[in-house]
């Protein structure tokens, strides 16, 4: 790997990915909100802030997203679903995410390996899912790792040697679970990171269009 970009560069997880990628001397370019003003909900964000960049990037990452937004806390039962909770929830973790690899796929080179990782997560695993609950958030990256599938069945025939996956980083003390993890144990960031960057070393064109955890196993759909 040479060149990396980030998308949500400011995040836990994100800042963490910057930072262990530097350390081992690749060229990063983060984005992101707090930092550039770029909104992945908005598509005309999405397209300024990638279209000024500079490609190739042979590995882009994406790694933005809430279970929370505006105030509104993962539903416990579907008695507790809103509409416009579900729709903010698509907006930020399933359309995002497909838009970012709409507008970065001109980015990546058409020959030599290229990674283009999202971050989805295990709830949003259909066949894992025994617990209930959470409904928005579960659904939203359920419909990410489908854009994520079917985007490398598209990518593979321009890019031969390209990985599109969807990636599960464990569970990770950041902003992001503070309220949620309870007695739960989370590995901090920076080796979250390291999980994941191992994983992505290993990714062959062969396993693109899948879901893998931190450990680099498949999760089921
Ligand atoms: N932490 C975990 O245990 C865990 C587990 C499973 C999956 N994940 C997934 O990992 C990803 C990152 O999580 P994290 O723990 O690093 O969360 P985090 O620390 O809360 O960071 C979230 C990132 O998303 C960005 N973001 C939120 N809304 C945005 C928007 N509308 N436009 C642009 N950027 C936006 C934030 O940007 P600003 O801060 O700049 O506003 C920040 O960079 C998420 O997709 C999450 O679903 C995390």
Same mark, same amino acid.
């Given at each position: %790997?040479?060149?990396?970009?980030?998308?949500?560069?400011?995040?836990?997880?994100?800042?963490?990915?910057?930072?262990?990628?530097?350390?081992?001397?690749?060229? *990063?370019?983060?984005?992101?909100?707090?930092?550039?003003?770029?909104?992945?909900?908005?598509?005309?964000?999405?397209?300024?802030?990638?279209?000024?960049?500079?490609?190739?990037?042979?590995?882009?990452?994406?790694?933005?997203?809430?279970?929370?937004?505006?105030?509104?806390?993962?539903?416990?039962?579907?008695?507790?679903?809103?509409?416009?909770? %579900?729709?903010?929830? !698509?907006?930020?973790? $399933?359309?995002? /995410?497909?838009?970012?690899?709409?507008?970065?796929?001109?980015?990546?080179?058409?020959?030599?390996?290229? *990674? %283009?990782?999202?971050?989805?997560?295990?709830? +949003?695993?259909?066949?894992?899912?025994?617990?209930? +609950?959470?409904?928005?958030?579960? $659904?939203?990256?359920?419909?990410?790792?489908?854009?994520?599938?079917?985007?490398?069945?598209?990518?593979?025939?321009?890019?031969?040697?390209?990985?599109?996956?969807?990636?599960?980083? +464990?569970?990770?003390?950041?902003? !992001?679970?503070?309220?949620?993890?309870?007695?739960?144990?989370? *590995?901090?960031?920076?080796?979250?990171?390291?999980?994941?960057?191992?994983?992505?070393?290993?990714?062959? /064109?062969?396993?693109?269009?899948? !879901? !893998?955890?931190?450990? +680099?196993?498949?999760?089921?759909?």
């Amino acid at each position: %790997m040479e060149r990396a970009l980030i998308i949500g560069s400011s995040g836990g997880i994100g800042r963490a990915l910057a930072n262990a990628l530097k350390a081992r001397g690749i060229d *990063v370019t983060g984005l992101s909100r707090s930092g550039d003003g770029l909104d992945v909900t908005l598509e005309t964000s999405i397209a300024e802030h990638i279209g000024r960049l500079n490609g190739p990037f042979d590995l882009v990452l994406t790694v933005t997203g809430a279970l929370e937004i505006d105030g509104q806390a993962p539903e416990k039962s579907i008695r507790h679903l809103s509409a416009q909770a %579900m729709a903010d929830q !698509f907006a930020l973790n $399933t359309i995002g /995410p497909a838009l970012i690899l709409k507008h970065a796929i001109p980015l990546i080179p058409r020959d030599g390996r290229a *990674v %283009m990782a999202t971050l989805s997560a295990r709830v +949003g695993s259909i066949g894992d899912n025994a617990l209930g +609950g959470w409904t928005s958030y579960r $659904t939203a990256k359920a419909a990410v790792n489908q854009v994520i599938h079917t985007t490398a069945i598209e990518l593979a025939r321009s890019h031969k040697q390209a990985v599109c996956v969807a990636l599960h980083p +464990g569970t990770v003390a950041t902003p !992001f679970t503070q309220k949620y993890l309870g007695r739960h144990p989370a *590995v901090p960031p920076a080796e979250a990171a390291e999980n994941l960057l191992a994983v992505i070393d290993k990714l062959t /064109p062969a396993q693109t269009g899948q !879901f !893998f955890d931190w450990k +680099g196993e498949q999760i089921q759909w």
